[in-house]
């Protein structure tokens, strides 16, 4: 069985994070413990909020660096929401700039739309040699809950540690939905709330790791 980490660090739905990755087939832990996060099979980076609050909560606990040593190891990680989003460059929110953890270029900004937030169920486009979304039809639908995304993948190829997989979504206009890229992975959306959906997709992450 694998272990897994879900990173406690002030922000994210840390029990429901628990409740659906111990559903999918994992031994999991919450903690903000560096070693266990850096030694664990799997580590789960949720994320609730603003931006710049929660990359503030996760310097203070030494994520930034707890994700630099698992993907210096090619340990695998997963972003979630806002989890997803400090992985970026940076993100600009109500005229705040903040820095990321700059694994991938790319700045979270506003999304163009009638109405904000994004809430509710959406369908995704998916690469056809996704890992993330192997077994899903092209109509399973994920929960989302964000007004701010990335618009843009910018990741030049030759940049990267591994070819990067980037699936999109619409909300008044594209926006990227998910990476996957080597060790690292994210979804803007929340699995944990995605019902089947959301729950294969965290087998389809175990059985990656």
């Not at 609050?53 to 310097?59: K, S, W």
């Amino acid at each position: 069985m694998a272990r897994v980490v879900i990173l406690d660090y002030g922000s994210g739905n840390l029990r429901s994070a628990e409740r659906a990755v111990e559903r999918a087939g994992a031994d999991v832990e919450v903690t903000s413990d560096h070693r266990a996060a850096v030694e664990a099979d799997g580590l789960v980076v949720p994320g609730v909020g603003a931006f710049a609050a929660c990359m503030e909560g996760l310097l203070q606990a030494g994520g930034d660096k707890i994700i630099d040593e698992r993907l210096a190891a090619e340990r695998p990680v997963l972003g979630i929401c806002v989890g997803m989003q400090v992985l970026f460059g940076e993100g600009v929110e109500h005229g705040v700039r903040a820095d990321g953890c700059g694994r991938w270029p790319g700045t979270v900004e506003r999304l163009q739309a009638d109405v904000l937030p994004h809430m509710g169920w959406n369908t995704v486009r998916a690469p056809e040699d996704s890992v993330l979304f192997d077994g899903l039809d092209a109509d399973a639908r994920f929960y989302f809950v964000h007004s701010f995304a990335v618009r843009e993948w910018k990741l030049d190829p030759a940049d990267s540690i591994a070819p990067s997989k980037v699936t999109y979504a619409d909300h008044g206009e594209p926006f990227v939905a998910a990476v996957e890229n080597g060790a690292l992975m994210a979804t803007q959306f929340h699995p944990e709330k995605s019902g089947e959906a959301g729950a294969r997709l965290l087998r389809n992450w175990l059985g990656a790791l």
